[in-house]
């Protein structure tokens, strides 16, 4: 009888060499990199669109501010020209209705919410002084305890007072006469990140038209 004998195919014992090895842990490496740079890039797109929301918001309010103002007051009398800068910290002294008044044409607005309520720092000139005034937006909705029926607020003259971990804005405008036509002044309002979150910084312009 013919013994028949199994041979071991040679091709089939074959195991990984050190090259393919290392291969594939290129491969494995690229890809780990690639994943990692798009879930940063992500986390970065997802904080920049945050804060130029934000952005937004306190542009508008900052409009809504100047539009509220009658004519002939000096937060939005122009003479000639333009007061204020979108480039500079700018203050006018500004002839109105009321007199001679000193006008600031920008602010800080600080924004923070470390105790579960948001607290928005906004500056401005309180009696010639430079004062930084907090209000503090509750979650639940409520206002004042005392039954005034007003938001809560403190006054501080340090630009400190909205706390060290506060997302904070530096908000500029300007007023320009007869502009786009004559008889009416035109309002930019140009609001940037002011705390270094975000490379490049993040910045928002609006312009609204106005009597």
Not at 121 to 126: N, R
Request: net charge neutral.
């Amino acid at each position: 009888m013919e013994t028949l004998q199994s041979r071991r195919n040679p091709a089939s014992a074959k195991g990984f060499t050190v090259l393919e090895v290392l291969f594939s842990l290129v491969v494995l490496s690229v890809g780990l990199v690639t994943l990692s740079s798009l879930a940063a890039q992500t986390l970065n797109g997802t904080a920049r669109s945050r804060y130029m929301s934000l952005a937004a918001n306190l542009a508008s309010e900052k409009l809504e501010d100047l539009n509220r103002w009658p004519t002939s007051d000096c937060n939005v009398v122009v003479a000639a020209g333009t007061n204020g800068s979108l480039t500079t910290d700018a203050t006018s002294s500004v002839s109105c209705g009321a007199g001679t008044s000193t006008v600031y044409y920008y602010d800080d607005v600080d924004i923070s919410d470390a105790t579960g309520a948001v607290s928005e720092t906004t500056s401005g000139v309180v009696g010639g002084t430079l004062t930084y005034t907090t209000t503090i937006h509750r979650p639940d909705g409520l206002l004042n305890t005392d039954g005034t029926g007003t938001l809560p607020y403190t006054t501080s003259t340090s630009s400190t007072a909205a706390g060290t971990n506060a997302v904070g804005f530096h908000r500029r405008w300007t007023i320009e006469k007869d502009q786009p036509v004559s008889g009416v002044r035109r309002i930019t309002v140009l609001v940037t990140l002011s705390n270094g979150y975000m490379s490049p910084p993040v910045s928002y312009q609006m312009s609204m038209v106005r009597p």
